[in-house]
């Protein structure tokens, strides 16, 4: 029983085998009379073995498709070239890195090819150069060519499964028959074949080649995870109890697993939202480092303060209750203010046009100098009335206030003086009866002889002779009381504008004679 079943599938091998050979030279006729493919972006894929694989059939790219297998042809180099018409543009871009796979669409059916047009890289790394263009004169010219490295054909799984199914001799000698007598003395092809063939020892090749690369770190690796683990048997009951601890977790979260199969759920979300969010908290922790610095420079006065607010919140109770006391008395006569804020803003409206003109006014005195030309002419003015030589300020101009500063051609009750008069000592002795009269003939008499001999003194007298041509004894405090106004009578002398005016006083030698009274004079005394 056992070697009938044998002998069947060695013949279902066979018949397999002539299938794959009948079609190899189906396609060889088709391509034959057709003459190759058309325009458009081609790629002549070349495979160590294209079984079942027809024109028609897809080229897909991560499950798209994105073209159709064109003609299928044996090499020279005993290989099957696959003319891969890719008719996306999005896609027809193939580098040097590029790779296909003859891949089964189901267990016993169709089959496609699946690409990649380049590898996957890091961001910002260069794009590996183009496929290189078939020359003219050559097979597939045109065509971008992909080398043999570049692709694999994997054994099919049902292929395997029925060489699985038979003894283990016979599968040897399936072996021997099929690859041996067709690879003889192909070995390092033989190889090659095999390990494209199996796209899981090329992966592992890369792999071991990452390994070889990193030889040192992985030493280092070791020798850090020696010194690592010698702390581990010291503390073997901590590690028993965080094993015990992860089972007991672990069995709580299986009976939860359905929320934290939701949680890991939403979890991509929560990532995709937490990446910008940190961002934007990364940029707020660096503009508000200098504001946490400064705050804490500041934190002991802060806490300072804080230690303070007790007491100082005791002490305002006691303000708040015054105040409440002062608000009850006060709240009242507020209240009554009512009707006067009321006549208030009446006020204020009517004086609305007022304060309108002021403010044009004063804005026009800002705007135009005004306070600073009135300073000017009240400086100037004082300039003009007033002298300053090595003695000091001097007065040129006195103002008098009494009854006697206007000029009247008829004699005025108490006013006796007349206009450089010389003889006043005379008149004043015939003159009135009177109080009045008495009292102001010695003032004007003193004053036209002051006044004579002034005038005198002025028109290139000397001071001697001006006595001389206008005698008579009078005192320079008489004199000066005169000219005060009615009623004056002082015994000494006092400055014009009184005892604290500031203003200097000149009392003359007795020698000085009318000298110090011309000085005097001129000095406003």
């Not at 003894?167 to 041996?180: D, S």
């Not at 990193?214 to 590690?239: C, F, H, Y």
Request: aromatic share 6%; glycine share 12%.
């Amino acid at each position: 029983m056992s070697q009938t079943s044998g002998w069947r599938r060695g013949v279902t091998v066979t018949v397999a085998g002539a299938l794959c050979a009948t079609a190899l030279l189906v396609a060889a006729v088709l391509v034959s009379g057709c003459g190759g493919s058309g325009g458009g972006y081609t790629v002549r894929a070349i495979f160590d073995d294209a079984a079942n694989i027809i024109p028609g059939e897809d080229v897909k790219i991560e499950g798209v498709k994105v073209g159709v297998v064109g003609p299928v042809t044996p090499t020279q180099a005993q290989k099957a070239a696959v003319v891969l018409d890719i008719e996306n543009a999005g896609f027809q871009d193939f580098r040097s890195d590029a790779s296909c796979t003859i891949e089964p669409e189901a267990l016993i059916g169709e089959k496609f090819v699946n690409c990649l047009p380049t590898q996957p890289r890091a961001e910002g790394t260069p794009l590996p150069p183009p496929l290189p263009k078939i020359p003219s004169g050559h097979e597939g010219e045109g065509q971008y060519l992909l080398p043999v490295t570049n692709t694999s054909s994997p054994v099919d799984v049902d292929l395997l499964g029925d060489i699985n199914r038979l003894p283990e001799q016979q599968r040897f000698t399936i072996i021997i028959n099929e690859l041996g007598a067709g690879l003889a003395g192909r070995g390092s092809d033989l190889n090659a074949v095999v390990r494209r063939a199996d796209p899981a020892l090329r992966e592992l090749d890369k792999v071991l080649a990452i390994l070889a690369a990193q030889n040192k770190t992985l030493v280092n690796l070791a020798e850090e995870s020696d010194r690592a683990l010698a702390p581990i048997p010291g503390v073997k009951q901590q590690i028993t109890n965080f094993i015990v601890g992860a089972d007991t977790v672990s069995r709580a979260s299986a009976n939860q697993r359905g929320a934290i199969a939701r949680n890991l759920a939403g979890f991509p979300p929560f990532l995709e939202q937490l990446g910008p969010a940190m961002e934007r908290f990364g940029r707020f922790a660096e503009q508000t480092t200098p504001a946490f610095t400064d705050l804490k420079a500041a934190a002991p006065g802060i806490n300072q303060t804080f230690t303070s607010l007790p007491a100082f919140a005791h002490s305002q109770t006691a303000f708040f209750e015054s105040l409440g006391k002062t608000a009850k008395v006060s709240g009242p006569a507020l209240s009554s203010l009512q009707p006067l804020l009321a006549r208030v803003k009446t006020l204020g409206n009517a004086a609305q046009p007022f304060s309108t003109s002021l403010s044009e006014l004063f804005t026009s005195l800002r705007d135009t100098g005004g306070l600073e030309r009135l300073m000017d002419f009240i400086f100037l003015g004082a300039g003009t009335t007033n002298g300053y030589d090595a003695l000091g300020h001097f007065l040129r101009a006195e103002g008098i206030g009494n009854t006697c500063i206007t000029y009247a051609v008829t004699p005025v009750s108490g006013c006796g003086a007349k206009l450089f008069s010389t003889s006043g000592a005379a008149s004043s002795a015939s003159s009135s009866s009177s109080s009045s009269a008495v009292s102001a003939s010695p003032r004007a008499s003193a004053t036209s002889i002051v006044m004579a001999r002034t005038l005198a003194v002025l028109k290139g007298a000397t001071p001697a002779q001006a006595i001389a041509k206008y005698p008579g004894s009078i005192s320079t405090a008489s004199a000066l009381a005169g000219l005060g106004g009615a009623g004056a009578g002082a015994a000494s002398a006092q400055p014009v504008g009184g005892s604290s005016a500031g203003t200097t006083y000149y009392t003359p030698s007795p020698e000085s004679g009318a000298g110090g009274m011309l000085l005097n004079y001129l000095l406003g005394n």
